[in-house]
């Protein structure tokens, strides 16, 4: 009789997961430094490639992750949810293979960035309950996330580069419909367990968040700082390919920008003990300022991958913002309030930033200026930053005192 090696089941569920943050960020990796162009080329404007790319950001605007989610906790499979989802992210990308009308585009977008805007929180949601179930490192099963963010726009870009083929070579998109296609195949593998339930607050207390002024001051801030960095998600890549330079000066970018953010992840808990919350906010949109204004100004494929070190101040914007959050809130509404931060960042700012990005572009016919543009956008949420840092600053010293 054939016994079971539950040791090996153990690990093999472990790789499931690994392999679901690589495989995912593999694609968007992909879509993310090359789909813009690859639109570009095909002879879009850039309001319709911000319309096309801002869908996943305008999911995020109308709730779709809380519905997903919503649906999750309902039925107690959260497995079962990243199937399907999993599966509509693999049709929503596999009709841009064969269509070239920017209706038809447009529609198989949508169901792609209705679908995948899901997949992170539920995914995070699985793996956190996972590691707790069994004492794993949480930690180590993420970072498999940028690892495939990094490798998947850097191949392509390669490929492309050395492959002699143009911006808008169909391999662009058979590499995105391929990682999403071994991501579906692998979530079947993934093991059955249950997100952990949270309280929800009631009305009356996720009211009472916005009558504190310094912490509707901040959603403001953080909300208008990302919309400033849109420039670069959408058109970075039209800028290299404006300049003359290959693929894969996107894809090195892309890739020194991701590896940066980890760097800054693993030693952030010590930048914080260091330096503050507030500091680090302030700090992270002053890197934001000289990248933007650097990229603008300069024409060499070595400083527009090496300055992409400062990258980082994205995530290090985001984890100070939450860790903000945490801090700034009751503990029955942390959840609420970083769901508010969520939404009025990478909903509502993203949104409003790629459609602005859109018209912008289509007005001055260079993506150099939006660069130019974003750095003086900056402006209002660095001021914004420093007033709540100091009005906050003087509030503390007045109660020791």
Known sequence: MLIPNFSNLFHIMNN?????????????GCVGAFLPTYLKTEGFSGKEISFIISLGAFCGLIGVPLLWGWISDRIQKPQLILKILSFGTFVGSVPLLFLKDY??????????????IGIMGILDAVTSTRAKEHGLDFGKLRLFAPAGWFLGSVCLGYYIDLSGKTW?????????????GLMFLNSLGLPKTTAEKQDRPGWDEIKALFKKSHLVLFYIMA????????????YYGPLVESLGLSPSVVGLSVGVGTLSEVVFMYFFDKLKKWFGIHLLIIFSIVMSMIRWVIIANTSSEFVLVGIQVLHSEIALFT?????????????????TGQ????TMTY?????????LMGYLYDYYGS???????????????????????????????????
């Open 16 to 28: 499931v997961i690994r392999a679901f943050y690589f495989l995912f960020h593999v694609g968007l």
């Open 103 to 116: 209706w038809f585009i447009f529609g198989s977008f949508f169901i792609y960035s209705f679908c995948s």
């Open 168 to 180: 808008n070579d169909v391999s662009v998109i058979v590499a995105i419909v391929v990682s999403f």
């Open 223 to 234: 909300m208008i700082n990302i919309m400033g960095i849109a420039a670069y998600w959408v």
């Open 319 to 335: 984890l100070a913002c939450v860790s903000f959050v945490t801090d700034n809130v009751p503990k029955k509404l942390v959840t």
């Open 339 to 342: 769901t508010i931060f969520y």
């Open 347 to 355: 909903g509502i700012g993203q949104y409003v930033g790629i459609m």
């Open 367 to 401: 993506a150099a200026k939006l660069f130019i543009v974003s750095a003086f956008i900056h402006i209002v949420p660095l001021l914004l930053a420093v007033y709540n840092w100091v009005v906050l600053k003087r509030k503390q010293e007045l109660v020791a005192a």
